[in-house]
Every structure is written in C-alpha cells, then in structure tokens.
C-alpha cells in the first residue's frame, strides 16, 4: 500500500492506493480524512470514492513500484542461530 499526503476540507488527509498483481499500476483504495480539533484529531473518517482523488490532488493512479529484494533466509554456517549438530 502506497499512501499519499492530500488536504479535504482544509483538513489533512491521505490518499492510499492498493498494488494489484493483474495490473502495472497501484490504483485507489480510499481518502483518510483526518479532522482536527485543538491540537488532537477529533475524528478519522474515510472515503471509498475514487472520484474524490482529483478534487483532493492526487493522481487517480500509480506506477506500481518494484517488489523489494527478498532477505535471505537460508541458514549458513556460523550464521546467528545454526544448528550444529
């Protein structure tokens, strides 16, 4: 999950948008409106309408972004935690 920083209402908000494994491109997946009262957020509430995206200025999609190297997790010897038997 990608997410995005965005203003609704002149509050702050974030956009996050899903990966999907059938599609190049992360689409979205719902605005997080936070309201803020004092110094405190007072609420969160969020929205599954894509068309609020534009209108909050975030892209309606993004590049999916490249997989991460996986770690290793093949024991070695002399590795933290081998069994040597």
Not at 59 to 73: G, H, I, K, Q, Y
């Amino acid at each position: 999950m990608t997410v995005l920083p965005a203003r609704a209402n002149t509050q702050p908000a974030f956009g996050a948008c899903l990966g999907d494994p059938t599609r190049p491109v992360a689409m979205p997946a719902g605005l997080i409106v936070l309201a803020i009262a004092r110094d405190r957020i007072h609420a969160i509430t969020r929205f599954h309408t894509d068309a609020l995206y534009p209108r909050s200025g975030l892209p309606e999609s993004l590049p999916e972004p490249a997989a991460p190297p996986r770690p290793d997790t093949r024991r070695r010897p002399g590795a933290l935690g081998y069994d040597r038997r």
